[in-house]
């Protein structure tokens, strides 16, 4: 992670229009492929929960939802870092900005249902099935936004690399992609040994009772 | 005699918890048992598997030579609870009635009426729910289980919250249903009510029977005292 | 007994008449859903500059957000009758497909939230203005596909909040993400057909609004026996 960091700022050469604020590229990009992986990751794992009911697998997606909704945080805050001193906007609602918001009230959706149901198979079975629609939704809010956009023109950011990225930056993008995916990896494994824990004791507690 | 209850190896997990843990259990026509046991012993749970509600980890019930949970085993079980499961902004026969529609009989209004007699609440039954006593309420419950003639009927702590008088009558109806060919399971905590009822009686302790056996012949004053002891 | 339990559409109508029956019967829900719509459609009016906007502008948003919180307050009592004297045990224990127990319940909803917008749609008509003339079609057409989309995922969902502890801000946290696809492309053809284009040039829109709500019938009626106790 902080090797990729390094690297980042310190050799990668600047792009040429941007400047120094483009490095928050390499965050925010990574964070926003790994935060919609991580809601990808919670949908599959709730469905899989409900054909296995494998303790695990809820856990897993529990994890997953609450790492996502970091990385999808840190998403939103960087980008108006990056695009206030490049675009002199704070934000716009673009379909990829705003289904990164939506994915965020789905994170948050989820994490207070589940905070709201104490019986620990209505809540896999609750978020399972409100994990899946979500990913359903995503989809339509794209679309929908799209739309919107195309019959009511509005500012147009686009991606200021464009599509011949420098090798060099390239490669910091994959590194930092890769630093990231650890680190989605290490942060849910920390996480699930929580729940699995506090299961464990919630488990012995009602047995003794 | 048909064998309308039919349950082999029930198992029912709660996380780590074994709430019933390996039942096995068989009842004909118009035999009845009683299920006692302490709080948390599996009763309900077993109840519920039995009646569809819940799924067994392990072992297989069926109702009437159908398998649960199907819709034909279920169409088959009539259900009872300590609570009424009625809607109380509608009417005693509207509750019914409405319990026959999702039963498909064919003369739904000949047999609410009927079900309706059977329990002695015909004539309040143009009256919101609501309005009437918990005794009335309960027997209206009482009719909305029997309106399509179950095979089966399930009884969960039916005798709470009734007088004298309304035990009375659940227990001379129960024993009507034995005698019209029913199989009855009845959780209870009413030792007296329950061996009065059924043909033979069960404690559930931890998930198990820790005994079964015919209630004829058994003393109910040393019934209860051995109940004690065995839950103590 | 002559009795053959009915199959999944029938005993779906057979539920939303029981549960329109009880909502006739109080009919409580209902009044305050439609008397909150009027108040807000009244209340909106006054949050504008009139003279820098006209009515026609504002019309559309007014009509589709009080349309999503006007629908989300009737979803709550579906399931509050039931969960009361646990009913639901009873409708889990009849031979219907559990599906049909969701089905039923969309259906009564959306009665409900057609009938709450049948008070308010005049309602913007009048206080806004809005020529609505041969338009009139088409909107209710709208307000049909919208309201069948919001009653899939509210049925759903209030099914699921009905036993926990925030139940009322749950609800809506839950399903508001999931009203937009519903209230943007509803929202984006009404003002188009207000300003008198034709119906034709709406028809993005509409196709989406279709789509969400087949997407979306067909997949919370497949979830919601998921989300029963098993």
């Not at chain 1, 310190?10 to 926003?32: C, D, M, N, W």
């Not at chain 1, 990751?41 to 856990?59: I, S």
């Not at chain 2, 005699?1 to 029912?12: F, I």
């Not at chain 3, 508001?176 to 929202?187: G, H, K, S, W």
Request: charged letters at 15%; a neutral charge; aromatic letters at 10%.
């Amino acid at each position: 992670m902080i090797a990729a960091f390094v690297r980042a700022i310190f050799f990668t050469p600047p792009e040429r229009l941007q400047g120094y604020a483009q490095k928050i590229f390499y965050l925010h990009v990574p964070s926003a492929w790994i935060a919609f992986l991580a809601f990808g990751l919670t949908a599959f794992a709730g469905a899989y929960w409900l054909f296995l009911k494998d303790p695990r697998l809820d856990r897993f997606a529990e994890s997953s939802a609450e790492v996502g909704v970091v990385f999808t945080t840190g998403v939103l805050l960087t980008g108006p870092l990056w695009g206030k001193p490049i675009w002199g906007i704070w934000w716009v609602w673009d379909a990829r900005l705003t289904s990164t918001l939506f994915l965020w009230f789905l994170f948050l959706g989820y994490l207070v249902l589940r905070s709201a149901v104490e019986d620990r198979d209505a809540r896999a079975r609750y978020s399972a099935v409100v994990a899946m629609l979500g990913a359903l939704l995503i989809p339509f809010i794209h679309l929908s936004v799209y739309l919107f956009r195309t019959q009511h023109p509005m500012p147009v950011v686009a991606n200021p690399t464009g599509v011949q990225m420098p090798m060099v930056m390239v490669t910091t993008l994959l590194l930092s992609l890769f630093a990231f995916t650890l680190t989605y990896i290490a942060l849910v494994r920390a996480r699930m040994a929580f729940a699995t824990e506090r299961d464990a004791l919630l488990d012995r507690a009602t047995t003794e009772a | 005699m048909t064998v309308l209850l039919d349950a082999v190896g029930l198992v029912r997990l709660f996380g780590a918890r074994r709430a019933v843990d390996g039942i096995d259990l068989a009842l004909g026509a118009g035999e009845a048992l009683a299920l006692f046991g302490p709080n948390g012993a599996g009763k309900t749970t077993l109840l519920r598997i039995l009646a569809g509600l819940l799924k067994p980890g392990a072992g297989r019930a069926t109702i009437a030579g159908a398998a649960l949970p199907a819709d034909a085993a279920r169409a088959r079980i009539g259900l009872i609870s300590h609570r009424t499961m009625l809607y109380d902004a509608l009417t005693a026969r509207e509750n019914v009635r409405f319990a026959a529609r999702l039963h498909g009989i064919a003369d739904e209004p000949g047999a609410t009426q009927r079900a309706l007699e059977t329990l002695r609440v015909a004539d309040r039954a143009d009256v919101p729910v609501r309005a009437l006593s918990r005794g009335l309420q309960q027997r209206v419950a009482i009719a909305r289980a029997i309106v399509h003639a179950p095979d089966v009927i399930l009884a969960d702590e039916p005798y709470t919250g009734l007088d004298e008088q309304g035990s009375a009558a659940l227990t001379a109806l129960l024993k009507e249903r034995r005698a019209a060919g029913a199989a009855l399971v009845v959780v209870t905590h009413h030792l007296h009510e329950g061996l009065a009822v059924a043909s033979h009686a069960a404690v559930m302790r931890a998930g198990k029977f820790a005994r079964l056996e015919r209630t004829d012949g058994l003393d109910p004053a040393r019934y209860a005292a051995e109940y004690r002891e065995l839950v103590s | 007994m002559m009795a053959t339990p009915p199959g999944t559409f029938a005993a779906a109508w057979i539920i939303a008449r029981k549960d329109l029956a009880i909502e006739f019967r109080t009919r409580s829900a209902f009044m305050s859903a439609a008397l909150l719509s009027l108040l807000a459609i009244v209340i909106f009016f006054f949050t504008w500059d009139a003279t820098a906007v006209t009515p026609i502008d504002i019309a559309p948003g007014v009509m589709w957000v009080t349309f999503t919180f006007s629908g989300l307050l009737g979803l709550h009592r579906s399931f509050g009758v039931e969960a009361q004297e646990r009913a639901m045990d009873a409708l889990l224990v009849a031979p219907v497909p559990r599906e049909a127990i969701f089905l039923g319940k969309a259906l009564a909803n959306l009665v409900f939230v057609v009938g709450v917008q049948m008070v308010a749609i005049p309602a913007v008509a009048l206080f806004y203005n809005l020529p609505i003339g041969e338009t009139w079609l088409a909107l209710a057409g709208l307000m049909l596909l919208a309201s069948i989309g919001l009653v899939c995922i509210g049925t759903l969902f209030a099914g699921m909040t009905a036993n926990t502890r925030m139940a009322e801000l749950l609800l809506p946290v839950l399903a508001l993400p999931f009203f937009v696809p519903i209230v943007l492309p509803a929202a984006q053809a009404t003002a188009q057909l207000l300003a008198g284009r034709p119906l034709s040039d709406a028809a993005a829109w509409l196709r989406i609004l279709l789509a969400f709500d087949l997407v979306f019938l067909y997949a919370c009626t497949l979830a919601f026996p998921f989300t029963l106790e098993d």
